[in-house]
């Protein structure tokens, strides 16, 4: 390991850590470069409201003075106050094909999380569920999906040569609008007539009203998403942070909020990819042109992600997820739209594995939470 070192960075060098995988994937013609300016924001700790409860360190790796890796660590404590555990994470991992390179940034990692009494280490979350997350472990034949991570093929094995086991498995699917089956569709639509005469009608998100409307997704989230593997309930700082982080890729042809009597009971909300117009952008930067493509383009894109997808426990098993994904299907069409992923899926989501593959769906990514005993 003589050679390599690595050192904990501050604000004045975030730049090198955003930037180190630009250099790491040059070439590769299915990496997307995060936008660097909302990446910035993410790891700024005046303007992330994550760091109003938690905090983190960032780490380089040098071997001969070039960056050969980089990771961050951190303690979550709402997390470990929400699931009452001790765990620390890890994120942002990425590194050259050299296993020393791995370990000492695990080290790293490990004993940071360690020294803040940490008796386990999970990852990568960057820096929570709420956030972009887990490693690519099948399906790197194909781009990312908007938001979704991408790595070489080596870091799985490389990770459990570290000594990292599994923790849980994550799906996308991928749904083609041509082959999604239109007696689904068909069912969907008489699942919708008995759902209004029951009160609960289902409608498009609307942009005019964002603040309030992004207020009301907020109260329902935590109840939608709290039995979930995983998952901590952002702060409303941190819901209105990522919303915001969301507003301008938003589309409203693809978003929509199940009402019962007034009460919102569910939504769902699909992004446009725009990961088809940043595949080519220069380092993630957002030149004039870029932004002009973002958009103007972004209701010109093939494909689509589902992102959220949520129904309080005491109206699921009604239909309300299968009308959602109708709907959606069913605005694809008319817009040209190629396919929707549905991701990601954890792998114990019975309802949303079945939902998704009576759409004939196809599971063709797979993605991983790494953990390991301290």
């Given at each position: 390991?003589?050679?390599?070192?690595?050192?904990?960075?501050?604000?004045?060098?975030?730049?090198?850590?955003?930037?180190?995988?630009?250099d790491?994937?040059?070439?590769?013609?299915?990496?997307?470069?995060?936008?660097?300016?909302?990446?910035?924001?993410?790891?700024?700790?005046k303007?992330n409201?994550?760091f109003?409860?938690?905090?983190?360190?960032?780490?380089?790796?040098?071997e001969?003075?070039?960056?050969?890796?980089?990771i961050?660590?951190?303690?979550?404590?709402?997390?470990?106050?929400?699931?009452?555990?001790?765990?620390?994470?890890?994120?942002?991992?990425?590194?050259?094909?050299?296993q020393?390179?791995?370990?000492?940034?695990l080290?790293?990692?490990?004993?940071y999380?360690?020294?803040?009494?940490?008796?386990?280490?999970?990852?990568?979350?960057?820096?929570?569920?709420?956030?972009?997350?887990?490693?690519?472990?099948?399906?790197?034949d194909?781009?990312?999906?908007?938001?979704?991570?991408?790595?070489?093929?080596?870091?799985?094995?490389?990770?459990?040569?570290?000594?990292?086991?599994?923790?849980?498995d994550?799906?996308?699917?991928?749904?083609?609008?041509?082959?999604?089956?239109?007696?689904?569709?068909?069912?969907?639509?008489?699942?919708?007539?008995?759902?209004?005469?029951?009160?609960?009608?289902?409608?498009?998100?609307?942009?005019?009203?964002?603040?309030?409307?992004?207020?009301?997704?907020?109260?329902?989230?935590?109840?939608?998403?709290?039995?979930?593997?995983?998952?901590?309930?952002?702060?409303d700082?941190?819901?209105?942070?990522?919303?915001?982080g969301?507003?301008?890729?938003?589309?409203?042809?693809?978003?929509?909020?199940?009402?019962?009597?007034?009460?919102?009971?569910g939504?769902?909300?699909?992004?446009?990819?725009i990961?088809?117009?940043?595949?080519n952008?220069?380092r993630?930067?957002?030149?004039?042109?870029?932004?002009?493509?973002?958009?103007?383009?972004?209701?010109?894109?093939?494909?689509?992600?589902?992102?959220?997808?949520?129904?309080?426990?005491?109206?699921?098993?009604?239909?309300?997820?299968?009308?959602?994904?109708?709907?959606?299907?069913?605005?694809?069409?008319?817009?040209?739209?190629?396919?929707?992923?549905?991701?990601?899926?954890?792998?114990?989501?019975?309802?949303?594995?079945?939902?998704?593959?009576?759409?004939?769906?196809?599971?063709?990514?797979?993605?991983?939470?790494?953990?390991?005993?301290?």
């Amino acid at each position: 390991m003589s050679g390599i070192k690595i050192v904990e960075i501050g604000p004045k060098e975030i730049g090198k850590f955003i930037d180190f995988p630009h250099d790491l994937y040059k070439g590769d013609p299915n990496y997307v470069p995060e936008i660097y300016l909302a990446m910035k924001d993410h790891l700024n700790k005046k303007k992330n409201p994550y760091f109003k409860h938690s905090d983190a360190a960032f780490f380089l790796a040098f071997e001969n003075d070039k960056i050969v890796g980089r990771i961050a660590a951190t303690i979550n404590n709402n997390y470990n106050k929400f699931h009452e555990c001790n765990i620390g994470f890890f994120g942002f991992l990425d590194f050259v094909e050299n296993q020393d390179v791995l370990d000492l940034l695990l080290a790293t990692a490990e004993r940071y999380c360690k020294e803040k009494g940490a008796n386990k280490i999970m990852g990568p979350t960057n820096f929570s569920t709420n956030d972009t997350a887990t490693v690519l472990v099948d399906g790197f034949d194909a781009p990312p999906q908007v938001q979704m991570t991408y790595n070489y093929s080596y870091y799985p094995p490389m990770l459990e040569k570290s000594g990292y086991g599994k923790e849980m498995d994550f799906y996308a699917y991928l749904l083609k609008t041509s082959e999604v089956s239109d007696k689904s569709i068909q069912l969907s639509e008489r699942l919708y007539s008995r759902l209004q005469t029951r009160g609960i009608v289902i409608r498009k998100i609307e942009m005019k009203n964002w603040n309030k409307e992004v207020e009301l997704i907020r109260k329902i989230y935590r109840s939608a998403w709290e039995k979930n593997w995983g998952f901590v309930p952002p702060t409303d700082e941190e819901f209105s942070f990522l919303a915001e982080g969301l507003k301008m890729i938003f589309d409203d042809r693809f978003a929509y909020i199940a009402e019962h009597e007034g009460k919102v009971v569910g939504f769902a909300v699909a992004l446009p990819n725009i990961n088809e117009i940043m595949i080519n952008s220069n380092r993630g930067r957002l030149l004039p042109f870029t932004i002009f493509k973002l958009l103007f383009g972004k209701k010109k894109v093939k494909t689509v992600r589902v992102i959220l997808l949520g129904v309080v426990e005491d109206y699921r098993k009604m239909g309300i997820e299968a009308v959602f994904f109708a709907k959606m299907i069913q605005t694809a069409r008319a817009n040209q739209v190629f396919a929707g992923e549905a991701s990601w899926i954890l792998e114990n989501n019975v309802m949303m594995v079945k939902a998704a593959e009576n759409l004939n769906g196809e599971a063709y990514k797979t993605y991983r939470i790494y953990s390991k005993t301290l």
